[in-house]
């Protein structure tokens, strides 16, 4: 008699295709090189394992537009620029895009690169912002937390390089799993988190205690924070989590921002000049 056989269907991952766009002041193209090719590395070899993500990333030219459909990582300088821009909440198609503040990080002594993978990781981790654990801690009521995959062991100490590029530690999908026991499983890359929810050195997680009324707030190792950091600039993941989503605006036209782009160059160079006259 025949046997009956039944077709498999096998998933396979969408590839994202990422354009990496540099409006930052402080870097040059051949310093962004080297580390999108070590982000290439990070995503394909050690992320996308572990959270089933595949992404592609490429660096858009000086004077040309990035594909239509793809995503964003901007390097800028800071919010300020962001905004002078034309650099929203998404990108002028309305897809996600992540940013990272070069500037912001220099003046702070941290590294951008560092930044950048973060703000890569979690793009694809939860490119919508809107992604939370519940943990139920009564009938009714209980804590959201934010599906953030390097917020929790974000600090530069903690992470690893690749290529002589340091990048982002990030939690393994077991950190958001309570019911694991400490030491139980690998909750990091890096293998410095020992239970579900800790949170290292500098770190911290978006938490929404439910029935509260309080809204989103920071959860830090420290019981008190010792600075204003965690608060998250105007454009980060933090405080657009804390937007309503209808209320979010899409990125002006590239043709629109290379405009706003060379005014803003221009005006500090005009600042500059100014200064060195004085």
């Not at 309305?94 to 941290?110: C, E, I, N, Q, Y």
């Not at 939370?132 to 100490?157: I, K, P, R």
């Not at 830090?220 to 010792?226: A, I």
């Amino acid at each position: 008699m025949p046997q009956s056989t039944h077709a498999q269907t096998l998933t396979v991952t969408p590839t994202i295709q990422i354009s990496v766009i540099n409006e930052s002041t402080v870097l040059a193209d051949e310093d962004v090189a080297p580390v999108v090719a070590a982000l290439q590395k990070q995503v394909t070899n050690d992320f996308g394992p572990v959270w089933g993500a595949a992404a592609q990333l490429g660096i858009v030219p000086k004077g040309t537009q990035p594909p239509n459909g793809n995503w964003w990582l901007v390097l800028l300088d800071d919010s300020d620029q962001a905004n002078a821009l034309g650099y929203h909440d998404l990108t002028s198609e309305g897809l996600p895009m992540g940013k990272v503040f070069a500037a912001s990080d220099l003046k702070a002594g941290t590294s951008w690169t560092v930044t950048a993978s973060h703000e890569l990781l979690e793009m694809l981790g939860d490119p919508n912002i809107n992604l939370t654990v519940f943990v139920q801690n009564a009938n009714t009521a209980g804590v959201l937390y934010a599906y953030e995959v390097c917020d929790a062991c974000e600090d530069d100490s903690l992470g690893y390089q690749i290529d002589n590029v340091l990048l982002s530690d990030f939690v393994y999908p077991a950190w958001f799993e309570s019911f694991r026991t400490e030491g139980s499983t690998q909750f990091d890359r890096m293998n410095k988190i020992q239970n579900p929810f800790q949170i290292l050195i500098n770190g911290y997680i978006g938490v929404f205690t439910v029935n509260s009324g309080s809204g989103w707030a920071q959860q830090t190792q420290e019981k008190r924070p010792s600075n204003v950091l965690n608060r998250g600039a105007v454009g980060t993941r933090r405080e657009r989590r804390n937007i309503p989503h209808e209320l979010w605006i899409n990125s002006l036209p590239q043709r629109k921002i290379a405009g706003n782009a060379q005014k803003y160059r221009q005006t500090l160079q005009i600042i500059q000049k100014r200064r060195e006259a004085a």
